[in-house]
């Protein structure tokens, strides 16, 4: 009975996401305020009853009700609860589910926080979002539906992918979708504002708040299915530029250029129309990116196993959806009037520079994305051709480079016309000491990658950048202490948040340079009590053991790793097997390190009674995660700034005059 509850719940949304994306529209265009306040109470009821099919399907999976044939699919009776909830949106119908639970929450919150928006703005954005929603409802009901039953129920489930049996990939999913799908707000206000032909400061300052919003989770998710890569399918690294990665990370890049350029629209009323592309290119890349997983076309790790009728039901939603907003942008957007003008030397620019520069990055990793797929079309399927890390370390690499330098210059910056020598005198004592950091590299690593000394001292000029820049606008070491930590109260707390996510871009790239530059690696075979030197540390193999886990049965290996004699960590590298479904994994065992990490994966029992071992020292390798947290720390921090939580303020109305009933007042640029 529950099952169908849970589907007649999507029915109900599904109709909801017609009414919410239709009547609304309508009473926007010809004022009335009667169809436009349908969208609030309808963006309210379509998210109760899509959590409502959440419930009930998270049920299923919980008791094992083997009657449900996405239970059945992706669930057993002897997994631990956690992978029996995590398995929820481990798999095609699950995760659409959660799609779309997330897509009518961001539409809910819009209804419940954007009281401040103008009526008819605020009815057109929920239009637009419940047309995303009905799409995403049609293709699960019709193609997808998480609540087909089995009959007869069989007596237990075929299990979920061990893989996928991992805490960090249990919450790696729903942090990914809230960012995905977070973007679609900026889309649905993009699309809204070309419907309405305006976009201003305050246009700018209410949609940033939902693209940050977007921004942080999107990239809290990436790096956790980058720690899960990197320690559970136990290749020792942590990117690979799979085509799945690449879907998540190209929304990111563009995400990361729209937080930019929304700035400049809301502080200097310009780069509108581009703003505007980029709200709707960067949920067009998610949307790829959900056709990418589900359709088939692209072999990936990550990637859902689904049949090629789903994904062309998915490339008709993705051509109606990215085909008809730049349509539209194509009409509407050359009515919109320019903004204020600005010096090539300026922040403005620099914003621009920064956005070129993100833009042109994106579109290397969607041609090495989809190059595969475009070059199997063309022959038959007879020549498989694949794009690996050469060609990302060729195009992209570069590109980020100049990128990197500015991101310490263009805060510094004035709008409009900006002073570059007085910003480089400025920045002279930060330019010293990553120039004395990536010397001292060079000399200690001599004989090493030279690049790598490079790459230590741009990780020490993006952290050096945003010190310099506090410095400077608190005054500290040229006022009074007390003085200084005033000027430090004040500061908004967005560029608080700005500081602390370039920072944190900078030990990103310390530990990308670390690891990739100075890793040390040993595939040995190693007998019990025998001792092998990997980056300075001796790995002590101590036996291995055979151990029940809670569904799979494993080879645990014991390793003690030491330095100059003192003991550092002990090691339980494990080798799984797996009953249902089948497989084999390795579970890494690995102990971070401020200097590095300490990393060792245990293989098959050879014929002499060895055991096959693999060894790494990868150097600075939890700064990258430590430099992604701080990015997102950074994004937090913004989105609690004041500015950003009341929106817009509205013009004051003189005591003198009276406001017409139900007209709005424009709310001034700050």
Same mark, same amino acid.
């Given at each position: 009975?529950?099952?169908e509850?849970?589907n007649? @719940? ?17 009473? *926007?265009?010809i004022?009335? &305020?009667?169809l436009m306040a $349908? ?8 998210f109760l ?15 094992s009700?083997?009657?449900v ?16 909830i995590?398995g ?7 995760s659409?589910? /959660?799609? $779309? ?6 539409g ?5 926080f !954007? ?12 239009s637009?979002? @419940?047309?995303?929603?009905?799409g995403?409802?049609l293709?699960?009901l019709? +193609?997808?539906?998480?609540f087909?039953r089995?009959?007869?129920?069989p007596p ?6 061990? /893989?996928?049996? =991992?805490? !960090? ?13 977070g ?9 809204? @504002?070309?419907?309405e032909?305006?976009?201003d400061?305050?246009?700018?300052r ?25 320690y ?5 690294g942590?990117?690979?530029? =799979? ?5 998540s990370f190209?929304?990111?890049? /563009? ?16 780069l ?14 998610s ?6 997983? &589900? ?5 990936? $790790? ?25 349509t539209?942008? *194509? ?7 320019g ?18 520069l993100?833009? +042109? ?10 190059y595969p ?33 500015a991101? #310490? ?27 004395l950091? !990536? ?7 001599w ?15 993006l952290i ?5 820049d ?7 070491f040229?006022?009074?202490l007390?003085?200084?930590w005033?000027?430090?109260r ?14 944190g871009m900078g030990?990103l $790239? ?5 690891? +990739?530059?100075? +890793?040390?690696?040993?595939?040995t075979?190693?007998?019990?009590g025998?001792?092998v030197?990997v980056g ?7 036996g291995?053991?055979q ?12 390793? #003690? ?5 003192r ?6 590298p ?9 497989? =084999?994994?390795?579970?890494a065992?690995?102990?971070p &390190?401020?200097s ?8 098959e029992?050879?014929?002499?009674g ?13 700064w990258?995660?430590?430099g992604?947290?701080?990015?997102t ?13 009341v ?7 003189p005591?003198? &005059? ?10 001034p640029?700050e």
């Open positions: 009975m529950l099952p509850i849970g007649f @719940a999507l029915v109900l949304a599904l109709v909801l996401a017609i009414i919410q994306g239709s009547l609304p529209m309508i009473g *926007a265009q004022g009335n &305020r009667q $349908v969208a609030e109470p309808a963006a309210f009821g379509q009853f899509v959590a409502i099919a959440f419930a009930v399907l998270t049920h299923a999976f919980v008791v009700d083997f009657s044939l996405t239970v059945v699919a992706n669930s057993h009776s002897a997994k631990p609860m956690l992978y029996k995590s929820v949106w481990g798999n095609h119908e699950g659409l589910v /959660l799609w $779309v639970l997330i897509l009518t929450l961001f809910a919150a819009v209804a419940l !954007g009281r401040n928006l103008p009526t008819s703005l605020r009815a057109r954005v929920l637009v979002q @419940a047309m995303i929603a009905a995403f409802l293709f699960m019709l +193609t997808s539906n998480p087909l089995v009959i007869p129920p237990d489930g075929n299990g979920l992918n061990p /893989l996928l049996q =991992d805490p !960090g990939l249990a919450f790696h999913p729903p942090f990914l979708y809230l960012g995905y799908v973007f679609s707000m900026a889309f649905s206000f993009a699309v809204a @504002a070309l419907i032909g305006r976009v400061p305050a246009w700018a209410w949609v940033r708040p939902w693209t940050l919003a977007a921004w942080c989770f999107l990239t809290i998710g990436i790096a956790m299915g980058s720690w899960w890569a990197y559970e399918l136990g290749w020792g942590w990117w690979f530029w =799979d085509p799945v990665e690449n879907a190209m929304p990111w890049l /563009l995400g990361t250029a729209l937080l930019h350029s929304a700035i400049v629209v809301e502080k200097r009323d310009a509108k129309s581009w703003t505007l592309l980029l709200a709707i290119l960067t949920f067009s890349l949307l790829l990116g959900t056709f990418i997983v &589900r359709s088939g076309v692209l072999t990936s $790790v990550h990637a859902f196993a689904t049949d090629p009728s789903r994904g062309v039901f998915i490339l008709a939603l993705l051509i109606v959806a990215i085909g008809g907003s730049l539209l942008f *194509a009409i509407r957007a050359p009515a919109l009037k903004g204020g003008l600005f010096s090539p030397i300026s922040r403005e620019a620099a914003l621009v520079l920064n956005n070129w993100l833009a +042109t990055a994106c579109a290397t990793v969607l041609l090495g994305t989809l797929l475009f070059m199997d079309a063309l022959s038959g399927g007879e020549d498989k051709v694949t794009v690996g890390p050469p060609y990302y370390n060729a195009t992209f690499v570069p590109l980020m480079i100049p990128l990197l330098i991101m #310490s210059i263009g805060p510094l910056l004035a709008w409009k016309r900006g002073d570059l020598p007085g910003v480089l005198q400025r920045l002279k004592f930060a330019a010293i000491i990553s120039a950091i !990536g010397l001292a590299t060079l000399y200690l690593s004989g090493g990658p030279v690049l790598a000394a490079f790459g230590i001292a741009l990780g020490a000029w050096l950048g945003p010190v310099t506090a410095v400077e606008r608190t005054k500290l040229r006022a009074p007390a003085q200084s005033a000027r430090a004040g500061l908004p707390r967005a560029s608080w948040g700005a500081m602390m996510a370039h920072a030990v $790239v310390l530990g990308i340079t670390g690891s +990739t530059a100075w +890793t040390e690696e040993k595939i075979v190693m007998r019990q025998e001792t030197t300075g540390y001796d790995y002590r193999f101590e291995a053991e151990v029940a886990g809670p569904n799979y049965s494993a080879i645990r290996g014991h390793f #003690s790793a030491s330095r100059d004699g003991e550092i960590a002990t090691l339980a494990e080798a799984r097997s797996y009953p249902t479904p089948p497989m =084999d994994t390795t579970e065992a690995i102990h &390190r401020l590095g990490d300490l990393f060792a994966v245990i293989g029992r050879q014929a002499d060895g055991w096959a071992a693999r060894l790494y020292f990868r150097p600075f390798l939890s990258i995660w430590v992604c947290i701080l990015m720390l950074g994004g937090v921090i913004s989105l609690t700034d004041r500015r950003h939580r929106g817009a303020p509205r013009r004051a109305i005591k003198n &005059r009276t406001q017409k009933p139900g007209a709005s007042q424009p709310a640029a």
